[in-house]
């Protein structure tokens, strides 16, 4: 547990360090950190596979169940990352977005299972949208509302959960 921890605490040390060393007066910069985190019961091997951090505003849905609905949205923000090694049972990493503008968001996120560069919940790839429900099938849906806050200038730490869902 501590291993899994420690590199979470040192991207928080060095966002801390990073935010408090590039304030001048007007300047607005926010950060969103966190940990993207799967199933480790999964048989899936995510070293080196990418993964897709979408912010998202109110008015704009995401429908993993809807072919060709996660690539047709337009995010505010993304990040595309790549799980760190080549193989291996890895079930988390950390991720950070720098300059996020102030606002509300949804966040969503996708693991690129079979390395296709789309998202195809039939081809085996993961996802989960920020805060829902970690029980069960709740983080493949969509929260109400917008639940991420960003401000001017500051640190969001949000860790966002994965999952498979087999297709029908």
Not at 71 to 86: E, I, M, N, S
Not at 111 to 134: K, L, M, P, Q, S
Request: proline share 8%; net charge negative; charged share 15%.
């Amino acid at each position: 547990m501590i291993k899994k921890l420690i590199p979470l605490v040192v991207l928080t040390l060095l966002a801390f360090m990073l935010l408090t060393s590039c304030e001048q007066p007007g300047a607005t910069m926010a950060m969103i950190i966190g940990s993207i985190n799967i199933d480790p019961y999964s048989e899936s091997e995510f070293g080196g596979a990418e993964f897709h951090v979408v912010l998202i505003g109110s008015g704009t849905t995401v429908n993993p169940f809807t072919p060709g609905s996660v690539d047709a949205v337009t995010p505010l923000v993304k990040l595309d990352g790549t799980f760190p090694g080549t193989g291996g049972n890895l079930w988390t990493t950390n991720y950070m977005i720098t300059d996020v503008p102030a606002g509300t968001y949804f966040a969503f996120v996708w693991i690129d299972n079979d390395g296709d560069g789309t998202f195809v919940r039939a081809n085996g790839d993961y996802f989960g949208f920020y805060d829902a429900n970690t029980l069960g099938s709740g983080l493949w849906f969509q929260p109400d509302t917008p639940n991420i806050v960003v401000p001017d200038v500051g640190l969001v730490d949000i860790d966002i959960w994965c999952g498979y869902e087999p297709p029908n």
